[in-house]
């Protein structure tokens, strides 16, 4: 699949196995850009498994700009019980630096919305770091709304090992 946006240079494509070299780069580029590096533990083979193995996770798409990658993002469905209806969370949005403010960002998330429309989904959903203002502040621009009312929780590690352990 190859998606172009009217009158653009940028093109949109679905990742093949082949990508997955390059899925991983933009991974750590944006595990440095978090300041998460030191959690990344993400690997071409994990990532291989998980994304095109079986029973694939989640869906990558990666930008294209004249033909250069410069960006991705990576999404999965989840379902939403009161809405009754599936919805796309947005896993990673990532632009390399140096292509950032071209509205390449935009045209990502303007595509996975479409997708979220087109595939009957209620919503498209995605975290952000709290510091992380000037992403905050693009994703408001575009009508996204903080969700104040909710508070994200994790268990990871040897607390879902213990938690595992009850059953």
Known sequence: MEIAPKNREFTLKAAVEADVPLILSFIKGLADYERLAHEMVASEDLLRQHLFGERPMA???IGYLAGEPVGFALFFHTFSTFLGRPGLYLEDLFIKPEFRGRGL?????????????????GRLEWSVLDWNEPAINFYQALGAEPLADWTMHRVAGAALARLAEEF
């Open 59 to 61: 869906e990558v798409i």
């Open 105 to 121: 960002g935009r045209l990502m998330l303007a595509f996975l919305a479409q997708q979220a429309q087109a595939r009957n989904c």
